[in-house]
């Protein structure tokens, strides 16, 4: 289902409490989404207003990816623009004045549709919906579009539900029924009634209960699959979405994964041996980042996401021929602080390098900082080899031996070691275990300075 506001009738009927479920309301809701299309191939007919709030963002290239976000969940373009805003407006977002200059280039255009750059509130939808007299499609909305689109795996697909419903929970009364209309008191229901609105809250809530129980599942699942390969260096690919990353993964491992131009084509991680000698090595390439990821896609993708937050050393890869590359550096820098992978060790590639005229390497340089770098082309073999050699050597580099004591009222300090590190050795002892640990430099760092602080 696609998720957007749309105006409403006002008196609709809709399935009753003791007449259908869940899956009842979401059906009715989908039929209400389908608008008049000028062809059934094409889409519908947006309109897209790219909202520019930082002063170093270029409104441009901002305009670019919003575009091609509305593209990849299968609409068309009929008239673009882009709007600096200082403040937003608690009503409306971008107020009245653009709402209403905005409304009159969309219907000029032809638009069924208004795309707004920027995460509304159910409010600011509602009213900038009455303003504009068309269906709003918020940046949130969009991203969740594709997402759902890219979803092939059953953690996929959850991830993607989970996301859904808690972007759906708060705009139940936007979605095309007459939310106030009440189920009887009779029938097997308690009460004097509820309104449509509450049951479809009700069911919806238990909808994400139970996705929520599968994931956790799953959760469990994969953190028994990382302790295994707790022995193995582990290197992930992770940036800006398109930057290249799976062009990588499949060109250093022949992964033969999918590689369209299209935002978030990878939802899922997938691993691979980087090592033609032995899997002592893993590399994973792992869902892409985006500027202001909403906040509830964090937790929904939570156990995707955790390969970046658990890996020895993270490659970043960039397109070098972006002009926003420093923004995009920066929006990977953000991503991997909330992850709590601030502090892991970096490689940067700098892909796509065919692309680029000579004077880039000068900015590159200064770019990647204090961090060992590399900049490439996917299609070049002799790069490809060359970046493999160094990856090999960076991963094994970053790997430490340490004779660390554990207490007994310690432990998710063991939990910890068995979970990231290889064991060499280990010794009880009356008040603890000695253990000979082989592992990430910082993660063996950050385990001996715990210990010592527990002791001390």
Not at 34 to 50: F, H, I, K, M, W
Not at 209 to 218: C, D, S, T
Not at 377 to 391: C, F, K, Q, Y
Request: charged content about 30%; aromatic content about 4%.
């Amino acid at each position: 289902m696609k998720f957007h506001s749309k105006p409403i009738d006002e008196h609709v009927e809709v399935p009753l409490a003791d007449e259908g479920q869940l899956e009842d309301l979401t059906t009715h809701w989908d039929a209400k989404q389908q608008r008049p299309r000028t062809t059934s191939e094409d889409g519908n007919a947006c309109y897209v207003l790219s909202v520019v709030r930082r002063r170093r963002s270029l409104p441009q290239a901002q305009l670019a990816e919003i575009i091609g976000l509305v593209e990849a969940q299968g609409d068309r373009i009929v008239g673009r623009e882009s709007q600096r805003l200082a403040e937003a407006d608690p009503r409306t977002f971008i107020g009245r004045g653009v709402a209403t200059r905005v409304a009159a280039a969309a219907e000029a255009c032809g638009a069924d549709m208004l795309v707004v750059d920027a995460e509304l509130t159910p409010s600011q939808t509602r009213n900038l919906e009455d303003l504009v007299g068309l269906p709003i499609c918020d940046r949130e909305a969009v991203i969740l579009n594709v997402f759902e689109q890219h979803a092939t795996t059953p953690r996929a697909r959850i991830q993607v539900e989970i996301a859904h419903l808690q972007y759906l929970r708060p705009r139940i009364r936007g979605i095309g029924l007459n939310m106030d209309q009440q189920a009887g008191g009779i029938m097997g229901s308690k009460g004097a009634g509820e309104t449509a609105s509450e049951l479809f809250a009700r069911r919806l809530d238990g909808r994400l209960a139970e996705l929520q129980r599968r994931l956790a599942r799953l959760k469990v699942s994969d953190r028994a699959q990382r302790t295994r390969r707790s022995d193995c260096a582990r290197l992930v690919l992770v940036g800006y979405t398109n930057a290249g990353k799976t062009s990588l993964m499949n060109a250093l491992t022949s992964a033969g994964l999918s590689v369209r131009d299209r935002p978030f084509e990878t939802l899922d991680t997938t691993s691979r041996s980087l090592s033609r000698y032995g899997g002592d090595i893993l590399i994973s390439d792992t869902v892409g980042f985006i500027r202001d990821l909403p906040d509830r896609l964090y937790a929904s993708f939570e156990t995707t996401l955790a390969e970046a937050a658990e890996a020895s050393l993270l490659v970043v890869v960039l397109d070098a021929s972006d002009p926003e590359i420093e923004r995009h550096l920066e929006s990977t820098q953000e991503v991997l602080g909330r992850l709590g992978a601030g502090d892991t060790p970096r490689f940067v590639v700098f892909n796509k390098l065919d692309e680029c005229d000579e004077a880039a390497s000068e900015r590159l340089r200064q770019l990647a900082g204090d961090a060992p770098f590399a900049a490439i082309s996917t299609h070049d073999p002799t790069d490809i080899e060359h970046l493999r050699t160094r990856l090999l050597e960076a991963s094994r580099a970053e790997h430490t031996t340490r004779e660390v004591f554990v207490p007994y009222a310690s432990p998710e300090l063991t939990e910890r070691i068995y979970a990231r590190c290889r064991v060499l050795r280990s010794a009880a002892a009356p008040t603890g275990t000695q253990f000979v640990i082989q592992g990430p430099a910082h993660v063996v760092a950050e385990i001996a300075r715990k210990t010592r602080r527990r002791q001390g």
